[in-house]
């Protein structure tokens, strides 16, 4: 627990600033012209999208849509200050979320379904996607949070470039499927400072069954050791996350998931000290009524043996487990 001083106290921005601890964002210490040179490459993926692993190939930025549903301009569902996730992204002031519309996963079972598979948003200009950052950091989040940017990756680097010079000076959260392509990956080398993917599948058979996505573990493997590549472990600094990688793993009932490989791989392939947090909120929605086992909740006994994985495993840091 923090605590802070009466002075600071009584003043909001000093906590902030106690926080930050002179930390500067990634995409602020970029050399001169170098997002811009990122923000033309992204672009030009959209004519011809490879921007996820589907490879749809069709041209965005004419009209055409593929498996994500998404033309070439911001598309967004909501944003503000959120208090649901990990404690080090909430702190004091939640996390500054913005979540962004359609998806390039087709989870039967998604949570958020209505915008996901639905297409609940608005489609917003740039400058108004950078003033939605701005907001944030002026309701003293600690970050700004992008969910399900994978799709919408060439817009959030359009936006961040035109806000870079607004004042913006918090992490960006990259809190992404999981589902990733290498090449855009590699494009955001330097710009986001904490990645937070989901590591839903190990086995492909059940990627393809409930995400239509049957190298998802294997694109999985490789996108998440190179965002550690890029950021390495979680930092967190008077207990606000800085930069690193924070891996997300909702358990599924029946093992599902196949949790033992997914926490194997990490502490082997990754890093002992890797930040996961392993969920249990799973409560069946949209198509997953029809889906058994996703038909039901999870018991408290498959959490449990899914903590004991993680901890036999090695990981040292499961978030809210004393390990």
């Known amino acids: 627990m923090q605590f802070w001083s009466e002075d600071i106290k009584q003043n909001p921005n000093k906590i902030v600033e106690s926080i930050k601890d002179n930390f500067t964002p990634s995409y602020l210490l970029l050399p001169p012209g170098v997002l811009t040179d990122k923000v033309r490459e992204a672009e030009e993926i959209l004519k011809e999208c490879t921007l996820c692993p589907r490879e749809c190939r069709v041209d965005r930025t004419s009209g055409h849509i593929g498996f994500c549903r998404t033309e070439n301009k911001p598309f967004i569902s909501s944003w503000g200050p959120h208090f649901g996730e990990e404690r080090p992204l909430v702190g004091r002031f939640g996390s500054g979320t913005i979540f962004l519309g359609n998806c390039n996963l087709g989870c039967i079972f998604c949570q958020n379904y209505s915008i996901s598979h639905y297409g609940e948003g608005v489609e917003v200009s740039f400058e108004k996607f950078s003033d939605i950052m701005l907001s944030l950091q002026r309701s003293w989040c600690h970050n700004i949070n992008f969910v399900t940017p994978t799709h919408q990756m060439p817009m959030i680097l359009r936006a961040l470039q035109i806000v870079s010079g607004k004042g913006v000076n918090i992490p960006v959260v990259y809190n992404c499927g999981g589902y990733e392509s290498m090449q855009s990956i590699k494009l955001l080398d330097g710009v986001v ?117 993680a901890k036999e495993a090695g990981l040292t840091r499961i978030d809210g487990v004393t390990v």
């Open 193 to 309: 400072d904490i990645y937070m993917p989901d590591f839903k599948y190990y086995d492909p058979e059940m990627a393809f069954r409930y995400s239509d996505a049957r190298d998802y573990p294997e694109v999985a493997m490789a996108t998440l050791k190179e965002m550690h590549r890029q950021v390495g472990d979680l930092v967190i600094k008077n207990g606000i996350a800085q930069r690193g990688l924070l891996v997300r793993h909702l358990v599924l009932p029946e093992g599902t998931a196949g949790t033992a490989g997914v926490v194997k791989f990490i502490a082997e392939e990754i890093s002992k000290n890797t930040y996961i947090n392993i969920m249990d909120q799973y409560h069946p929605c949209f198509k997953a009524f029809d889906n058994p086992p996703l038909n039901r909740r999870i018991t408290g006994r498959e959490y449990s043996d899914a903590i004991c994985m």
